[in-house]
């Protein structure tokens, strides 16, 4: 994308906490970026304040019920803005005309479909939903490869490795360019000094209350668990090409320090900043160049000091979930996401205690056994995804709140 040109974009997951944020460093940049079309689940009011802000020439919620909703809210007043719903309707989204860059922040499994035929158009994608290269990790690098799709991560921990890898990166593999480590930094969410027999107690409430962060419920939880963090360790193993055994996990409570790489001659790069979406967003919009995001400079001397632990595997039993997942191969991975987001929306809604999601994850993947060559197919892949949701189904009956 040229500099002097205008990018077009397309932002599925536009009402949410990466969408919104997108759209506050877009809006600091008039005349730079034109929104051709936005997307979301169903909350109206939201899309229907962005539509008046942002004008796309499409707005479509997934929601057939909301997209009518919001039909009836802006027909008078933006006959510009063609509205569309349902699974088509996000499809489109992905593949609208003149659209240059694709922001994925669709939270879940709700997001593959989008984002993968935003790859097979080519369009530079900037991804968050992290889901996405949990359950199709492989089939999705290779269709972005097979079209040409630039992917920038926007997750802070990988877009903090991409940023400390070299220009040659991605043409050149890790090992070509001395890398021997990846080290992704986790802050340990709002339980990490919480004496581990309170667990059972915790709300959804205390669980999305994290230290540093604001963000969807949803990754709040997968924070809390540190699911998010292996889930990420799956993120960065598919978009780098790195042997799990290459990629490590240090909490780091302040989240000041996003990632680092570490190099064969015993060199450590490390990318710093506030705590705020909007840094690594506003790289992986201006990307090559750098833009401003509305984030506030770091203060070093201010903040004094950063912090470094192992994680402890009994009070995260998530994170090696998510090792061995990664070992197993193939489905495994989409198992334990399927079964995670089901669980962690239990967890949401009152049905199960906090510390049944771990219970139901690992009753999932052990009675599904998956393991070997991955599912080469959208088809394979989403009938994987069904059948984890219906034995979380089944596993979350047997939990008692
Ligand atoms: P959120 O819950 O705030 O927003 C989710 C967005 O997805 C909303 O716009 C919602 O309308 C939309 N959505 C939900 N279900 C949908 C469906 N079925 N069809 C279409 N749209 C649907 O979540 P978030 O915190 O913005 O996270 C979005 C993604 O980004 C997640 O995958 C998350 O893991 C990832 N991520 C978020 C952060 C963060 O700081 N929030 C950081 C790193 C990665
Ligand atoms: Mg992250």
Redesign the pocket.
Known sequence: VAHDAVTGLSI????????TSTLDVVARHPGRFRVRAL?????VKGMARLCRQFRPELAVM?DPAAAQALYRELNADLPGTRVEGGEAG?MQAAEVEGVDCVVA????A??LLPTLAAARQGRRILL????VLVMAGELFMAEARAHGAVVLP???EHNAIFQCLPDAYPARDLDSLGVRRLILTASGGPFRTRAPDTLVRVTPDEACAHPN?S?????SV?SATMMNKGLELIEACRLFSAEPRRVDVVIHPQSIVHSLVEYRDGSMLAQLGQPD?RIPIAHALGWPERLESGVAPLDLTAMGRLDFEQPDPQRFPCLQLAYDALEAGGDACAVLNAANEIAVQAFLDGRIGYTAITTVVAAVLERMNAGGASANSVEAIRAVDAEARTMAGQALREQVV
Not at 12 to 19: D, F, N, P, Q
Not at 39 to 43: E, L, M, Q, T
């Open positions: 599925l997951g536009a009402t949410g906490s990466i969408g997307a979301a689940h169903r909350d997934a996000l922040a669709i939270v879940g709700a997001g968050a939903n992290k889901e926007v997750d802070s962060w963000m969807g419920r949803k990754i997968d979406m």
